[in-house]
């Protein structure tokens, strides 16, 4: 018994029946359909991030030092002693300088009157010295007080009270305008020519001599400043290195999930400017301690002179720049460790 065949649709009527049972898509659909989009963050929340980031590695490495106080303590006081030297020469050299300006003043042009001049005349003399516009100011010295002046700079009151005559001549003590060699030469020239002097001495060599020596002291200390400088890198440097040889799987680890030299160099840059701040908040007590040892010391050897000279301290200009100086040493040292060793590290 045959089954009767049951009729097939035609292909017009099957993809006709497909559109009408296709559902029109819903407003969510399109979305989907063309993919996933990639959203933009913007640059405040990339700048907050950032901030963040940096907050959290600078307390991450001061907190890594504090677990190990000895030796972060001992390479901050290697930091300290190599700036403790430039930063004593530097205050030396400030104290020069003040004794450079008292020189400046006691700089001057003496001029010696012939035997034969008397007062009325020494007084004429003066005043035309005074009237040159590079004499600021003068002082007249007659012979019996130059004798008085020579008795009591030698003591020799009675060898002296024994002379029949006074063999000074009246002088003249100027105090020039500039207390530069070649314009006091040139004003002992113009003075020779007045009628009446006898000689006159330029009394400029030994200032001369200690500003040469005060140019010598700058240059030493310069030298100093950039050998030591070179000094804390090296120690920043090594102690730098040692943390990044410790550290060096979880440094291959983060590169490996996409972690750029910036963000692994990061903490090692703060680790090396703690050190720079602590050293030389180091070097600010021992140069504070050295300063209240020798005062008095000083103080005694200026008194024994008739002096008063107190050793010169760091202002807060200079304790801001000593302690600027030795933060950049510190983080230039994390640095240039840190770039030099990254190189050689690949993630596997």
Known sequence: MKRAATPRPSGAAFNKGKRQSAKPPTPSEPSARRGARSQQTRFRS????????????????????????????????????????PAA??????????????????????????????????????????????????????????MAEFQQSLGLDDTLMGLEDNPLPTSIVIYPQSVEPTAMEQLALRLETFSGVDEVRVDLAWVERLRHLADLGRRVALALGVLFGFGVLLVVGNTIRLAVESRRREIEVVMLIGATHAFVRRPFLYSGAWYGVGGGL??????????????????????????????????????????SCSTLLGWLGAWLAVTRHLSSISPR
């Open 46 to 85: 990339r700048l907050r991030a950032w901030g963040r980031h940096h907050r959290a590695m600078a307390l991450d490495s001061l907190y890594r030092l504090v677990r190990h106080p000895v030796g972060s303590l001992l390479t901050m006081l290697a930091i300290a002693i190599a700036l403790v030297l």
């Open 89 to 146: 020469l530097w205050l030396t050299l400030d104290s020069a300088k003040l004794l450079d300006a008292e020189l400046d003043e006691s700089a001057t042009l003496t001029i010696y009157l012939e035997l034969s001049i008397d007062a009325p005349q020494a007084a004429r003399i003066e005043e035309a010295v005074v009237a040159d516009e590079d004499v600021a100011q003068t002082r007249l010295i007659s012979p019996e007080q130059g």
């Open 282 to 323: 180091l070097a600010l007590g021992l140069l504070g301690l050295g300063n209240h040892w020798l005062s008095m010391p000083v103080a005694a050897l200026a008194a024994s002179y008739g002096a008063n000279f107190v050793l010169p301290q760091l202002d807060m200009t200079g304790s801001t720049i000593l302690l």
